[in-house]
């Protein structure tokens, strides 16, 4: 069974902090992505990688930065967090291409007070 | 900007009943997946069904089929038999016009009532 994981279920951090989300996934897969998800508004992808150090602009990118050192994990970088970043982040992964099934991990929501 | 909406934000259907969810999208690709994803509540998003544009025949995975219109680019949920743990959010996904990433939709919350 393929399985992606999150740092941390539940994280509240103070506005003007750095805050580091990190996902790792078991199954070798070259894609991986980090989406938010917000009420109404589904999922919007932040960044996305298709290989290590390779990374492309999703959607929403302002405000946060990646990072993939290993093919098997893939952090998400909030420079300088911010209450309209409060949100519930979403990491997937998948084989190429993207007709591929992307499996998720269970999320991690941000409360940035 | 690539869009997939889904116009039901809330559907409830009676248990062993029959619901529809809808989806359209707007993808320029010929040839693409297409995809409904299953997040149940305080559980990991899941895939329920996907169906390749290129097939006449619409998907089917047990209880789950789909309603594929490539014309109309309509690509709807049809759940049979509904069960109580069928409650969770859906989305569809489409791939965007350069084919390297999904855009999903806003989701459906669907309620099964016992």
């Known amino acids: 069974d393929v399985k992606v994981t999150q740092s941390s279920r539940y994280l509240v951090k103070r506005t003007g902090e750095k805050v580091f989300l990190e996902c790792v996934q078991d199954?070798?897969?070259?894609?991986m992505f980090w989406y938010r998800q917000d009420p109404g508004l589904g999922l919007r992808l932040i960044y996305f990688s298709y290989d290590v150090k390779m990374k492309e602009k999703g959607d929403i990118p302002e405000g946060y930065s990646v990072s993939r050192e290993k093919k098997e994990r893939f952090s998400l970088i909030l420079e300088s967090a911010s209450t309209n970043q409060t949100s519930m982040y979403l990491c997937?992964?998948?084989?190429?291409?993207?007709?591929?099934?992307?499996?998720f991990g269970p999320g991690t929501r941000l409360t940035v007070t | 900007a690539q869009t997939v909406t889904q116009s039901q934000p809330e559907m409830s259907v009676q248990e062993a009943e029959t619901v529809t969810l809808s989806c359209t999208y707007d993808t320029s690709e010929s040839d693409y997946y297409l995809f409904w994803y299953k997040q149940p509540p305080s559980r990991q998003m899941i895939l329920v069904i996907r169906q390749e544009a290129y097939k006449q025949q619409n998907a089917t995975e047990n209880r789950f089929s789909v309603n594929f219109q490539k014309a109309a680019k309509s690509f709807s949920l049809k759940i049979s038999d509904s069960q109580l743990g069928d409650a969770a959010m859906y989305f569809c996904a489409s791939p965007n016009n350069a084919g390297n990433m999904l855009t999903f939709g806003g989701g459906t919350r669907l309620m099964v009532k016992p």
């Open positions: 199954m070798d897969h070259e894609n």
């Open positions: 997937a992964s998948s084989l190429m291409p993207v007709s591929y099934e992307q499996y």
